[in-house]
């Protein structure tokens, strides 16, 4: 039996950091969404989506790092996106009622306004903004799709390994990276042997200062020297998509009104947090 994302829940703190998609769009268009909104958080390693489920509900980080994975028939998995607070998980849903081709999972823990994947259909039918920043996101998360295929095809472990470490760093407040070298196996697509000794390799380069259980700590500007070309030119496309196509955003630090999420608890939506996969 599936368990639904927000079963398992207790009350967390109402803060957030806005959503990319949901800060360019104008107060009305964001207005058809708020009223429905419920405030999530997510641990490390919480299942948000399994392969196979409807795509319900919407998820719209406002922090956190998201990763799409891909379950292969002999039980490996390879990662084949990365999200975080510039996209919005199940939008394609918009589409219609549909299953999951991937695993959504929690690499990074984080918060999220979730809608129902109806009510957002119904807003996304009533709003020309809404459509216009879910088109820039598919188009946005198929680039990303191309880069991260093309990369795993064409780079050597520890570009692609640099890549990973550096596009979870955009997603976090700080240089010490809650991961694990679980986590970046599966993100690079590699035996955990492999891991330890790229990890080996990017400490001599001084691209990570230390690592201990459960973190990393990165230098950045030599992990940019080391990672492949992918990064740079993946982030620099998708910025320019955003900047160009998306409404004027509130600045990337700007948090949100605390009214813009509130609106939750008047449609009976309480702050709720979503629990690690398994429990």
């Not at 199940?90 to 219609?96: I, K, P």
């Not at 500007?221 to 160009?244: G, S, W």
């Not at 509130?250 to 690690?276: H, L, N, W, Y």
Request: charged share 20%; with cysteine.
């Amino acid at each position: 039996m599936r368990t639904r994302p927000h079963e398992d829940i207790v009350t967390v703190p109402r803060t957030a950091i806005g959503n990319r998609l949901l800060a360019a769009l104008p107060p009305a268009d964001l207005g058809l969404l708020t009223p429905h909104f419920q405030k999530v958080s997510f641990e490390p390693d919480a299942v948000l989506v399994r392969s196979g489920d409807e795509l319900d509900p919407v998820y719209f980080p406002h922090s956190g790092a998201i990763a799409f994975m891909l379950d292969m028939p002999d039980g490996q998995t390879a990662a084949t996106t990365l999200m975080g607070r510039e996209g919005a998980l199940a939008s394609f849903s918009v589409l219609g009622p549909s299953l999951s081709s991937v695993t959504a999972v929690a690499r990074i823990a984080g918060t999220a306004s979730l809608i129902s994947a109806a009510k957002f259909r119904a807003a996304y039918a009533q709003s020309a903004a809404i459509r216009n920043v879910v088109q820039v996101h598919a188009r946005a998360v198929l680039l990303q799709l191309q880069h991260v295929a093309a990369c795993n095809a064409l780079h050597r472990v520890d570009g692609r390994m640099a890549r990973w470490l550096l596009q979870l760093h955009d997603r976090v407040p700080d240089d010490l990276l809650p991961v694990t070298q679980e986590v970046l196996a599966q993100l690079v697509g590699v035996r955990r042997t492999t891991v330890t000794l790229t990890m080996s390799k990017l400490r001599e380069a001084g691209a990570i200062p230390s690592e201990r259980r459960g973190f990393v700590e990165i230098h950045r500007a030599r992990l940019e020297r080391i990672a492949c070309d992918c990064y740079k030119l993946m982030q620099r496309k998708i910025d320019r998509m955003y900047c160009q196509e998306l409404a004027p955003p509130q600045p990337a630090d700007t948090p949100f009104r605390e009214s813009t999420i509130a609106a939750s608890d008047g449609a009976g939506g309480e702050s709720k947090a979503v629990s690690r996969a398994g429990r």
